[in-house]
């Protein structure tokens, strides 16, 4: 047996410029990192002739089948089916957080299981190649609406700045930041959990089909992640960190009427008036995870504000797909 440990995302600036659709055109480049939540993936091999069936898999529910073709568990199906695996085969998931709540989930599903299906064939895959191998499969396998951010923070983690330049091709820069300022960072950073899950499909097919009126608030959101890597790679105080996650929400809320709602705007607000100097819905939008931005002493002001909500303890810069035991 192998386990296989892959972060969940949190996406600080540049979400949407990740889409091919925009980049293709005017360039795109997130910055992000990867979060000490993770999901889990235990693969081992099934001696199918004890059994009456060859693959078994466990998530929400559990299949047992014999043929790859009668999987219901469709991203299941055809990695199974990509990595040329097609029987005497266990695979058990878990997860840290829910799923379709803004952190990525689905491409670090893709991610864990590509890489644990290689282990278990005694195969080699570097960080560029999984991420790769998982943006092919949810775009052009799947053909789900999704961006490459996901693919590359679940494969590599770290805190990082990913451009975008082709199709295929992205650079990942990882952020050397004294120890101590990034540890005021993840200290600034605070989680809460809206009480509602979502699917990003159609929300963000909703803003590809607006593009041409998104194109300037994608174009303004780009903009803000060179403002805010040069925070981070300065001195100054970081609270303009959270000045600027405040300006991309705004930003991000007009693409799409879906994006955020009137209990969403009554969270944040919540948030902001007991001290938080920023924050922004994580995720296409609709629910999941909010996250704010403010000083620490201002922490438990908030805590009390928004004590309606579940608050997720977590940290930044954590490593990316890992095979934990085998």
């Known amino acids: 047996m192998l386990i296989v440990r892959t972060p969940l995302r949190v996406s600080f600036f540049g979400g949407g410029t990740d889409f091919p659709?925009?980049?293709?055109?005017?360039?795109?480049?997130v910055l992000g990192t990867a979060i000490n939540k993770y999901i889990y993936h235990t693969v081992s091999h099934l001696?199918?002739?004890l059994f009456n069936h060859t693959i078994r898999f466990a998530y929400r529910k559990v299949e047992f089948v014999n043929q790859?073709?009668?999987?219901?568990?469709?991203?299941?199906?055809?990695?199974?089916r990509m990595c040329g695996v097609t029987r005497d085969l266990e695979v058990n998931l878990a997860s840290d957080l829910p799923s379709f709540s803004g952190l990525g989930s689905s491409s670090s599903f893709s991610v864990g299981l590509i890489n644990g299906l290689h282990a278990h064939c005694n195969k080699l895959i570097d960080a560029r190649m999984l991420a790769r191998l998982a943006i092919h499969l949810e775009r052009n396998i799947l053909h789900e609406t999704v961006g490459m951010q996901d693919q590359i923070f679940a494969a590599y983690g770290g805190l990082n700045l990913v451009r975008f330049h082709d199709k295929n091709q992205f650079t990942v820069e990882p952020f050397a930041m004294p120890s101590n300022r990034l540890q005021e960072l993840d200290e600034s950073l605070m989680l809460f959990f809206t009480g509602a899950t979502r699917r990003a499909q159609e929300i963000e097919k909703k803003k590809l089909l607006n593009f041409s009126r998104n194109e300037k608030h994608l174009q303004n959101i780009l903009d803000l992640v060179a403002h805010a890597a040069a925070i981070l790679k300065g001195d100054n105080d970081l609270s303009e960190f959270g000045y600027l996650l405040d300006q991309t929400w705004r930003e991000k809320r007009q693409l799409d009427d879906t994006v955020s709602s009137a209990e969403i705007d009554s969270m944040y607000q919540l948030g902001i008036g007991a001290g938080a100097l920023g924050g922004k819905l994580l995720g296409a939008g609709g629910g999941g995870f909010m996250l704010f931005f403010a000083p620490k002493e201002r922490h438990e002001s908030i805590r009390h504000a928004l004590n309606g909500y579940h608050e997720i303890d977590f940290h930044i810069n954590a490593p990316g797909s890992t095979i934990i035991h085998s």
């Open 68 to 80: 790859i073709d009668e999987l219901e568990h469709i991203p299941f199906r055809e990695i199974l």
């Open 47 to 49: 001696p199918s002739w």
């Open 21 to 29: 659709e925009f980049f293709l055109k005017n360039g795109g480049a």
